[in-house]
């Protein structure tokens, strides 16, 4: 498995998300995708699929100890007094002991981020998180966190059509990973003609252009989702894919700001 290595630790590549897998789809689609070799899975409190997916990790038979399981608090979960009874209830959904890492869902306008993370610190210390970080924070707010912790993480939307130079650099410079989510811009990936054209030349995807174009990146990963077994392992193929200079520099050229996840209560992105 192709790993990027941050703080020391060696993290999966390419993890297999599961934003909207929900029941059997998803129990199935965590057991499918480590049995053809994910060791990184990615989920959320609000997804309310942790029993799922601890279940397909259970029936998956691969070694907790060889998977890299990320969970996120969701935004009832931040006050001080709400961090651990909210991590002791994934771990039992997860079936497991720890948590790779927890994260911050989303940056919080009610609870200031140092109280959350003195509190996720707290449940670190005692070996039940192994690393803690932030999801969908801009460039200054995870300034402020590195400030306050030592930061393993942000995961934000990162695609070809959604540029990440800020935060891209902050990773480098601190030696925190960039987590890119709806790496495929939730679909968006696979209609575009120069992804297309590169991928027909090398007879890939235009899911695997965009998933290895984010992993030659240093400090960076992905974690597209997908349902059916076909392309939960095409999506794994990327890792076999290799894109020369000139091809990668041609999916920098997509860059327009084409961002698809924008909440009402999303920060202000250029902060
Ligand atoms: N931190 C956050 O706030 C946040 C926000 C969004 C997502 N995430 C995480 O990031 C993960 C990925 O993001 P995402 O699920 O939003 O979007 P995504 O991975 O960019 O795209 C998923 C979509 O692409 C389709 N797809 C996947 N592989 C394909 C292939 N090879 N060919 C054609 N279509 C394909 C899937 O269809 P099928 O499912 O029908 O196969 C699904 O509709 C999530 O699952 C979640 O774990 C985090």
């Known amino acids: 498995m192709h790993t990027t290595n941050i703080q020391g630790v060696e993290v999966p590549s390419l993890g297999f998300g599961t934003f909207q897998l929900s029941g059997d789809d998803c129990q199935r689609g965590v057991e499918h995708a480590l049995s053809v070799g994910y060791r990184h899975l990615d989920t959320a409190q609000a997804y309310d699929n942790e029993e799922r997916v601890g279940a397909g990790m259970g029936r998956s038979g691969v070694d907790r100890a ?69 999801s969908n924070f801009p460039p200054s707010q995870v300034e402020a966190a590195l400030e306050e912790a030592t930061i393993f993480c942000d995961q934000v939307e990162y695609h070809p059509f959604l540029g990440q130079e800020r935060l891209r650099g902050l990773a480098v410079e601190h030696d925190f990973l ?30 695997q252009v965009a998933l290895r174009w984010l992993i030659a990146q240093d400090h960076v990963c992905a974690i597209p989702k997908a349902t059916s077994p076909d392309r939960i392992e095409s999506n794994l ?17 997509l860059e327009r700001g084409g961002r698809v996840v924008d909440p009402d209560f999303a920060p202000d992105w250029e902060d």
């Open 237 to 253: 193929a990327a890792l076999d894919l290799e894109l020369s200079d000139e091809e990668l520099r041609r999916v920098d050229g």
């Open 66 to 134: 060889e998977i890299f399981l990320t969970t996120k608090l969701d935004s009832a979960s931040l006050s001080r007094d709400r961090v651990e009874p909210a991590v002791a209830d994934s771990l039992k959904k997860l079936r497991t002991d720890y948590v790779d890492l927890l994260l911050i869902h989303w940056p919080s306008r009610d609870t200031p981020t140092d109280e959350t993370l003195a509190a996720m610190r707290e449940v670190q210390e005692e070996g039940r998180v192994r690393q803690i970080g932030v």
């Open 178 to 207: 960039l987590t890119a989510y709806a790496p495929l811009a939730q679909g968006g990936v696979m209609s575009d003609p120069t992804l297309e054209e590169i991928a027909e030349a090398h007879g890939a995807s235009a899911a």
